[in-house]
């Protein structure tokens, strides 16, 4: 039996202190809340811990779009149920783009799946091209994943919509329909067209919609 390390593909991003995720917004400040020097003084056998503290948006690295990131009554991250983030059966479409449309998808069944689309634009990570003319979705492909019930939809990009527009029809469409969004993933190129199990959990907090995930694919599931 093959080992179980083989068959389970990291596809999120490190995290990293005063890193860039999106232009405009703060990188974060990752330091010691509590260090190992300081805690030495409380204990009388050696030990010593770190606790760490961490100041950061919730769009940074990898993460996880929630309807509630849309929409003020939609679904928040405390309210997501597990089985739509944990194990979903994946498939993945390839194109470069920059816009990918409806006929990307021709042919694939997303029923109920997560569809995570590689483009490739990951080789740009935390350099000035990631941030701009990046591979999208049109709106007429996050019309038909809806239609065609899809449950979650990734993508190796800066954003799944066109940021050179100001709106944002493909968050709109797929949040509205409570289809979840992982963005700025990474490593879709080690994943096969299909055959495998998506995993994206982020935390249970009340009153957030977006926030960072270690996404993982399982192979041969």
Same mark, same amino acid.
Not at 141 to 164: C, F, P
């Given at each position: ?7 389970? +593909? ?23 809340? &509590? ?44 309210? %997501?149920?597990?089985?739509? %983030? ?9 194109? !470069? ?5 409806? !006929? ?5 069944? +997303? ?5 995570? +689309?590689?483009?490739? &634009?990951?080789?740009? &990570? ?17 019309? %038909? ?31 509205? $329909?409570?289809?979840?969004?992982? !963005? ?20 249970? +907090? ?8 270690? $996404? ?6």
């Amino acid at each position: 039996m093959a080992d179980r390390t083989e068959r389970l +593909v990291d596809l999120s991003h490190v995290i990293e202190d005063g890193m860039t995720t999106y232009k405009g917004l703060p990188g974060p400040h990752i330091c010691d809340f &509590w260090s190992r020097e300081h805690s030495a003084q409380y204990y009388d056998d050696g030990a010593t811990f770190q606790i760490g503290r961490i100041d950061m948006v919730a769009n940074t690295g990898t993460y996880l779009d929630a309807p509630f990131h849309r929409f003020a009554e939609g679904a928040d991250l405390a309210a %997501l149920n597990l089985a739509t %983030l944990a194990g979903l059966e994946g498939v993945v479409v390839r194109s !470069e783009g920059p816009a990918i449309g409806p !006929e990307a998808f021709a042919g694939r069944d +997303v029923a109920g799946k997560a569809v995570l +689309v590689h483009t490739g &634009w990951d080789r740009h &990570w935390r350099t000035e091209a990631y941030q701009s003319g990046h591979p999208f979705l049109t709106e007429a492909a996050a019309q %038909l994943l809806v239609e065609r019930g899809a449950k979650l939809v990734g993508m190796d990009s800066h954003n799944i919509d066109d940021t050179a527009r100001r709106a944002r029809p493909v968050h709109t469409h797929l949040l509205g $329909a409570g289809v979840l969004i992982c !963005e700025h993933m990474t490593n879709l190129g080690a994943l096969p067209d299909a055959g495998f199990r998506f995993t994206a959990v982020p935390p249970k +907090v009340r009153g957030m919609g977006t926030f960072p995930v270690r $996404a993982f694919a399982q192979l041969g599931g």
